[in-house]
């Protein structure tokens, strides 16, 4: 319940400049061992003598765009994230309505294709999202599936979590080569149901093997509006830095983001920060799950008029996009997804706290690469899909 609950999409069907390093008080460097960088990183965060910036603006500078061919013999249905390789250039485009993850080279060009539907090795359950590993390829799907393909993209296993954790969301992310850091349910944690408010011990994210076999630590805490009021729709996403031990949560209701030093055995909270976005708007009254099920209409009608926070991502060793959107009034009577039937928003802040800045946004993000790319669609018309490749810059 969830999963259909907490996703509105689901209910339906390089680095940065170091002047700017500077200016913050905050390094770039973050090769050295992680528990050292965790400690100097806290530091920074806490701004301690770090002088306050002057007049930054963050700019959104087009690299280049990707236009999605769609030969006859193998169109496009839909899809809402992507995942991002570098050398060689892959995206991999999971299209939920035809049930397979279609590859694509820096040309467009489709170069391979994994998973099916239908049953059987490799099929797939409408898939929504990919993570990538340094062996293998996660597809993530309804129902909290996921199934694993080796990087030539052959069907290896279907996983489960551990007896007793459920995934919250498709939102996964790679931590190191051995873990992943995963939304998540533990039932034997207080208030772990969605027909109750969260509490203070409620956490929010597991840390897990790549096998999923195995949780090594959990960690996370809800914004106090989860606390105060009953909200079934409480979707996490996290970001995370890979190897760097710094991580980005963000909720669906929420205009808080929350800052994570992570290991392979939990994470310890940084910081909060509160966004300041004119087009934000909060939730209207409490969306509890009881109320989706005795009155969809008028559940969804709330959720329409409340802000969803979509995904948060490094943009910069130091800076994160907070994404969201609001619906418009014909959301929820489309027949499918439809880029027409948001307004999207962004907001940079930095991982001190101290920065943020609305940033105007073409197009939904779609997701990022290790080089602090994203990836906004400009079209979503079939024939004529066209991704934009994008920067952050900031200038004083």
């Not at 319940?1 to 008080?25: C, R, T």
């Not at 929350?258 to 909060?282: K, N």
Request: charged share 20%.
């Amino acid at each position: 319940m969830s999963l259909l609950l907490d996703e509105p999409g689901l209910v339906k069907a390089h680095s940065i400049d170091h002047h700017y390093a500077a200016v913050m008080g905050l390094g770039t460097d973050n090769k050295g061992l992680r528990w050292l960088w965790v400690v100097v990183t806290g530091a920074l965060l806490c701004g301690c003598g770090a002088e306050k910036p002057a007049e930054l603006r963050a700019e959104l500078v087009l690299v280049d765009t990707i236009r999605l061919a769609e030969p006859d013999t193998l169109f496009l249905g839909e899809f809402l994230w992507i995942e991002v390789a570098l050398q060689p250039f892959r995206l991999y485009v999971p299209d939920f309505r035809l049930g397979r993850v279609v590859v694509y080279d820096s040309s467009g060009r489709p170069v391979q294709v994994i998973g099916h539907r239908g049953e059987g090795p490799g099929a797939l359950y409408p898939p929504y999202r990919v993570l990538l590993h340094e062996k293998f390829i996660y597809v993530l799907q309804q129902y909290g599936i996921i199934s694993r393909f080796d990087r030539a993209g052959r069907f290896m296993d279907r996983l489960r979590f551990p007896e007793g954790y459920d995934p919250a969301t498709l939102g996964f992310r790679l931590l190191d080569a051995g873990h992943l850091v995963v939304p998540s349910f533990s039932y034997a944690e207080p208030c772990s149901s969605v027909w109750e408010p969260v509490c203070a011990e409620t956490r929010v994210f597991s840390v897990v093997d790549t096998g999923l076999g195995r949780v090594t630590g959990r960690f996370g805490v809800y914004p106090q509006m989860y606390w105060e009021g009953n909200y079934a729709a409480r979707a996490a996403e996290i970001d995370v830095q890979v190897d760097g031990g710094l991580a980005v949560a963000v909720y669906g209701l929420s205009s808080e983001v929350q800052f994570y030093a992570v290991s392979d055995t939990g994470g310890v909270l940084l910081r909060r920060v509160v966004l300041r976005h004119p087009a934000w708007r909060d939730p209207p009254q409490e969306l509890p799950a009881r109320l989706a099920v005795e009155n969809r209409a008028r559940y969804n009608e709330l959720m329409r008029r409340a802000s969803w926070m979509s995904r948060a991502y490094f943009v910069a060793d130091t800076l994160v996009l907070a994404y969201f959107y609001n619906k418009k009034v014909d959301f929820y009577e489309r027949p499918g997804w439809e880029d027409a039937a948001i307004a999207p928003y962004g907001v940079l802040v930095s991982t001190s706290g101290r920065w943020q800045q609305a940033l105007e946004l073409p197009g939904p993000v779609l997701g990022r690469d290790a080089a602090y790319h994203l990836y906004i669609r400009l079209s979503d018309e079939p024939d004529r899909r066209l991704i934009g490749r994008y920067r952050v810059v900031l200038r004083q």
